[in-house]
């Protein structure tokens, strides 16, 4: 089965930083890659889906890029409202695999 | 509106077995299928498995073949995901999701279900 690594697992950044967080797949995926938000205590919101299709009412500051095995989630300037783990998730084929997540704190 | 509506909070004792539910709305139940995952406390998401309503074609992940089961009913648009036989270690939030293809991205999901197992 393909696994999803997501770096780094937790990251403090400063309001209105530049925020990027890695997935990588251990075989290709095509852009069948999806990104996910979890705030604390809610559940998880779709943000980007084909590896860089922004889902409908999603804040133009997120934005993603990739394809094969190597991806990735940047927030272009980092909001308080952005404080939340980050979940990248593959579904070009079962298992439909997450990556363990990516915690954003602000600094 | 769409809507993924699951059932409440259970808490249970080690060798219970259990039934929880997500009902849909707002969407014809049969064009979607209907994914389970798993978030134990503080921890990340794990997929569980998924379902064709259409079909009830099933496919489990790796680590919950033959833990689980999942299950729906189309004739009020309800999927299931039930144990014969609960552990301390299931307890967790379950959450269902719908996608439009077996191979889809999860675009609406359930409020989850907290389960805790317990003695």
């Known amino acids: 089965d393909i696994q999803m690594t997501q770096s780094p697992s937790s990251l403090s950044a400063s309001l209105g930083d530049s925020v990027t967080i890695t997935c990588r797949a251990t075989?290709?995926?095509?852009?069948?890659l999806a990104w996910y938000q979890q705030k604390p205590g809610r559940v998880p919101k779709l943000l980007i889906y084909?590896?860089?299709t922004l889902q409908s009412g999603v804040p133009s500051r997120f934005s993603g890029s990739g394809s094969g095995t190597d991806f990735t989630l940047t927030i272009s300037s980092l909001q308080p409202e952005d404080v939340a783990t980050y979940y990248c998730?593959?579904?070009?084929?079962?298992?439909?695999?997450f990556g363990g997540g990516t915690k954003v704190e602000i600094k | 509106e769409v809507q993924l509506v699951q059932s409440g909070a259970e808490v249970k004792k080690p060798g219970e077995s259990l039934r929880i539910s997500c009902k849909a709305s707002?969407?014809?139940?049969?064009?979607?299928?209907i994914t389970w995952v798993r978030q134990m406390p503080g921890k990340g998401l794990e997929w569980m498995g998924r379902?064709?309503?259409?079909?009830?074609?099933?496919n489990y992940g790796p680590s919950f073949q033959g833990h689980v089961t999942i299950s729906v009913d189309k004739s009020i648009s309800t999927a299931y995901l039930q144990w014969s036989s609960l552990k301390a270690s299931d307890t967790a939030t379950y959450y269902c999701m719908r996608h439009f293809e077996a191979s889809g991205y999860f675009d609406y999901w359930g409020q989850g279900s907290l389960v805790t197992v317990s003695s």
């Open positions: 707002g969407y014809t139940f049969t064009s979607y299928w």
């Open positions: 084909a590896a860089s």
């Open positions: 075989q290709g995926i095509s852009n069948f």
């Open positions: 998730q593959k579904y070009n084929s079962a298992p439909l695999t």
């Open positions: 379902i064709d309503p259409s079909d009830s074609y099933i």
